[in-house]
Nanobody, 115 residues
Framework: QVQLVESGGGLVQPGGSLRLSCAAS????????MQWYRQAPGKQREWVAT???????AYADSVKGRFTISRDNAKNTLYLQMNNLKPEDTAVYYC?????????WGQGTQVTVSS
């Protein structure tokens, strides 16, 4: 019954910004660590950012200083604010949760950075 639904992707110019959302249900969201991953064409899926239930965060070096992960526990929603976007940020972005040892993925949302 765990469900993760991403939204907010789209086409943006280099240097622009997007805010992704992940609506979560089927588990106690406020107690869970949540993550963002992305997968570009022809590449492995890579970790982007993590936020723990305590609010502590961690980021991949490639996005550090440009992306901000956050959560609104009252809305059961995870966010990824992406600023100063680059063409190499183009990928499908996925929300991830681990619940009772099982990995759950959202369906992904496409982000394309191009002029």
């Amino acid at each position: 019954q765990v469900q993760l639904v991403e939204s907010g992707g789209g086409l943006v110019q280099p240097g622009g910004s997007l805010r992704l959302s992940c609506a979560a249900s089927g588990f106690i969201f406020s107690t869970a660590a949540m993550q963002w991953y992305r997968q570009a064409p022809g590449k492995q899926r890579e970790w982007v950012a993590t936020i723990r239930s305590t609010g502590t965060t961690a980021y991949a070096d490639s996005v550090k200083g440009r992306f901000t992960i956050s959560r609104d526990n009252a809305k059961n929603t995870l966010y990824l604010q992406m600023n100063n976007l680059k063409p190499e940020d183009t990928a499908v972005y996925y929300c991830k949760a681990v619940v009772l040892g099982l990995i759950h993925w959202g369906q992904g949302t496409q982000v394309t950075v191009s002029s």
